[in-house]
């Protein structure tokens, strides 16, 4: 009997403290900082009207049950925010300064909602630096909402391409080809190209544009050489136009990364659909919106 005594006395210490065999009670939450920087999000992001906010502010504790939440435990003793999904839930407003708070998030998932503003830079940083996964439309991560290159040969009749690459996901190439029906035909047409680039492939092609300090450059560099090439970039930021012309491989190293990077992106899209015009927009011609 004693021995039994004993038994029911062990189950109920681990039941009511959760201390047995050195397990932590399962309704530990995470750390007030955390909790606030969720808090912060919700009442930022008009929560009480998000298609599914169950379980979110409720006590001290069940954070880790919230709706879109999932932890991992640091410690005996603690829990961590790891995960956040939050994507397609009628989220209305900005996500604040302190979401950067959410130190060991490993990814935020906040896609089709209606969010406004960037990211805070330090949660940006982190993606830029692999730690933090983000799937978010591409202003949510960037400034930058377009940009257009152009590769024009001065002595070449044909051999202009150009590649629009906007933050919407839209995406355009455009080919100046030769006809050659015959031996002396100097016909030319425009080959069009339109397709997709994901959200994160054009905010990471623009943050590499930033991070070589495509902002700072003069706009004109050149070499005085007869028959080259003219390669224009021409980015979009904050409603602002900035503009950068390179003739005969006159710039710098870091112009040259990025106008690799803009022809490598623009060769790995996935292209949906071909055309053909009888003329190549140059950046003098608008270009015709295709939607």
Same mark, same amino acid.
């Given at each position: 009997m004693p021995k039994m005594i004993c038994t029911v006395g062990l189950l109920v210490s681990f039941l009511v403290f959760g201390q047995c065999y050195g397990q932590?009670?399962?309704?530990?939450? !995470?750390?007030?900082?955390?909790?606030?920087?969720?808090?912060?999000?919700?009442?930022?992001? @008009?929560?009480?009207?998000?298609?599914?906010?169950?379980?979110?502010?409720?006590?001290p504790g069940t954070e880790c049950s919230w709706h879109g939440i999932i932890c991992e435990r640091l410690s005996a003793e603690?829990?961590?925010?790891?995960?956040? @999904?939050?994507?397609?839930?009628?989220?209305?407003?900005?996500?604040?300064?302190?979401?950067?708070?959410?130190?060991?998030?490993?990814?935020l998932t906040i896609f089709g909602n209606r969010l406004v503003g960037r990211l805070p830079n330090?949660?940006?940083?982190?993606?830029?630096?692999?730690?933090?996964? !983000?799937?978010?439309?591409?202003?949510?991560?960037? @400034?930058?909402?377009?940009? @257009?290159?152009?590769?024009?040969?001065?002595?070449?009749?044909?051999?202009?391409?150009? !590649?629009?690459?906007?933050?919407d996901t839209h995406a355009e190439e455009y080919l100046n080809q030769c006809r050659n029906a015959t031996p002396n035909d100097r016909t030319t047409y425009c080959e069009v190209k339109q397709g997709k680039i994901w959200w994160e492939e054009f905010a990471r092609?623009?943050?590499?544009?930033?991070?070589?300090?495509?902002?700072?450059l003069k706009p004109n560099h050149d070499r005085n050489v007869t028959d080259s090439t003219?390669?224009?970039?021409?980015?979009?930021?904050?409603?602002?136009?900035?503009?950068?012309?390179?003739?005969?491989?006159?710039?710098?190293l870091n112009?040259?990364? !990025?106008?690799r990077s803009i022809e490598g992106v623009g060769a790995l899209l996935d292209w949906e659909k071909s055309s053909t015009q009888p003329t190549y927009p140059a950046w003098q011609s608008p270009i015709q919106q295709r939607r």
């Open positions: 932590s009670p399962s309704s530990e939450g !995470i750390s007030q900082r955390e909790r606030q920087a969720l808090e912060a999000l919700f009442q930022a992001t @008009d929560g009480n009207h998000w298609k599914n906010h169950e379980g979110w502010l409720g006590a603690a829990k961590t925010v790891s995960h956040l @999904d939050l994507s397609e839930n009628n989220l209305n407003g900005h996500v604040p300064e302190n979401l950067a708070e959410l130190a060991h998030l490993q990814s330090t949660v940006v940083e982190r993606w830029l630096s692999g730690q933090l996964s !983000i799937s978010a439309e591409a202003p949510l991560l960037t @400034d930058v909402s377009e940009i @257009d290159y152009e590769s024009s040969p001065s002595a070449l009749l044909c051999g202009q391409h150009r !590649i629009v690459l906007r933050a092609l623009a943050w590499l544009l930033e991070k070589n300090g495509f902002f700072e003219f390669v224009s970039t021409r980015v979009t930021r904050l409603g602002k136009s900035y503009e950068v012309v390179e003739y005969a491989g006159g710039g710098p112009l040259w990364v !990025i106008q």
